[in-house]
């Protein structure tokens, strides 16, 4: 199967500018999470989509949010760019079975949006 | 709240040596304890879960329920060890979103 993959890879915005980051799951996974990773903060959770759904929703201001689409497809926007979200934009599906529960989430490689 | 609090940054020990990176947990349920590892310019990937009981790549972490702990440890350390490591914990009673730890670098020094 094919991994989780991201696009674009890099990004460089000015302040102020609004940026739309997509991620593709592995086949079968309805499951997305995005993460806003930074060498100060580490590994922090954005918002997770389930089956068009969001499920879960991390400590972010409203400049971020997102969207699934029928094909598990998942859109990240940041409208009004700040220098503080300069930070890798780490995507990850999984695979819900029927009845919930866990398993293991793949991560793609990310998107490292710079706004200067 | 649910926290999870991986209390080293950075953690440098000598090849051969044996390794022990700390996670502490916050939850007042039974939690669920994974520990993923991230090597550099790969991924970001599942290295266990307490479930398993397994060990992975000579990796073993116990997850203590008095100490509320899940610390990851290996007996030799080896320089291919060198990654950041993050200790999530998932919350059964918040729809299995994973809470993660800041992360440790460990850096093995030949």
């Known amino acids: 199967k094919a991994g989780v993959t991201q696009t674009p890879r890099y990004l460089i915005k000015t302040r102020g500018q609004q940026v739309t980051l997509s991620c593709s799951p592995i086949?079968?996974?309805?499951?997305v999470s995005w993460y806003q990773q930074t060498p100060g903060q580490g590994l922090q959770f954005l918002f997770e989509y389930f089956s068009e759904t969001q499920r879960n929703k991390g400590n972010f201001p409203g400049r971020f949010s997102g969207r699934q689409f029928s094909n598990s497809r998942s859109e990240m926007n940041v409208s009004t760019l700040e220098l503080g979200d300069s930070a890798l934009y780490l995507c990850a599906s999984s695979f819900i079975p029927t009845g919930g529960g866990y398993n293991e989430q793949f991560f793609g490689p990310g998107t490292r949006l710079t706004v200067l | 709240a649910q926290r999870v609090t991986q209390p080293e940054k950075l953690l440098s020990v000598f090849k051969g040596a044996p390794v022990e990176l700390k996670c502490n947990y916050s939850?007042?349920?039974?939690?669920?304890l994974f520990w993923y590892v991230q090597y550099s310019r790969q991924r970001l990937q599942l290295l266990l879960r307490?479930?398993?009981?397994?060990s992975i790549k000579g990796f073993t972490a116990d997850l203590n329920k008095g100490e509320t702990s899940f610390h990851l440890k290996k007996p030799f350390a080896q320089e291919e060890d060198s990654a950041m490591y993050y200790c999530a914990l998932r919350a059964l009673d918040s729809n299995y979103q994973l809470i993660w730890g800041a992360g440790t670098k460990l850096i093995i020094k030949p």
């Open positions: 307490h479930i398993s009981r397994e």
């Open positions: 086949s079968g996974h309805r499951s």
């Open positions: 939850y007042s349920g039974s939690p669920e």
